[in-house]
């Protein structure tokens, strides 16, 4: 009798530790997506500076940055997924990945000048937006320091973009 209840003992504390292993992953990935909307934020403010300024270099360093984001954007969405959260989450997510896949296919890969033809930049452009409001939706629903976080960052993007043009 004492065997059987020291085993469901030891059985007991294996399961609170793969759910402190589950929830610590969570926290982790909650970080990993605000950290990674904070610097696409400003990884775009500095791609519209640099435009601003020709310099090619940092255009296309900032460009890189925002494209790598893929990866943590990507962990996010599939960690989101075994964790079972809201579908709203999970569809901010994937907006977000079309968007980053969207831009590498558009500006890496094939290489065409599409912000110069009117049907292919519009829904761009939607895209961009829908990305960025998802990033800033999903970060107040982290928490709500963060979420404004995220939007004071994404104001300082529509602020290099307003400057970009008319500054």
């Known amino acids: 009798m004492r065997i059987i209840l020291s085993y469901k003992k030891k059985d007991m504390n294996q399961g609170k530790e793969v ?5 610590n992953l969570y926290k982790f990935t909650n970080i990993l997506f605000v950290v990674s909307a904070i610097i696409f934020n400003i990884g775009i403010s500095g791609v519209y500076l640099s435009s601003k300024f ?12 925002v494209v790598v984001l893929l990866i943590p954007f990507t962990v996010s969405l ?4 075994k964790k079972k959260v809201e579908k709203k989450i999970i569809l901010s997510l994937l907006i977000i990945f079309f968007y980053l896949v969207l ?9 065409i000048p599409f912000r ?3 049907a292919l930049h519009i829904p ?4 961009f937006y829908a990305a960025s409001f998802s990033m800033i939706g999903v970060s107040f629903n982290i928490n709500r320091k963060m979420g ?4 004071s960052t994404f104001w300082i993007l529509i602020g290099c973009l307003i400057y970009m043009y008319l500054g």
């Open 54 to 65: 020709n310099n090619e270099v940092f255009r296309q360093t900032f460009g890189t940055i």
């Open 78 to 81: 599939i960690i989101y997924i």
């Open 116 to 118: 110069d033809i009117l």
């Open 103 to 111: 831009e590498i296919v558009f500006d890496y890969i094939l290489k």
């Open 124 to 127: 761009y452009i939607i895209v």
């Open 148 to 151: 404004f976080i995220v939007l």
């Open 19 to 23: 759910n402190s292993t589950l929830t």
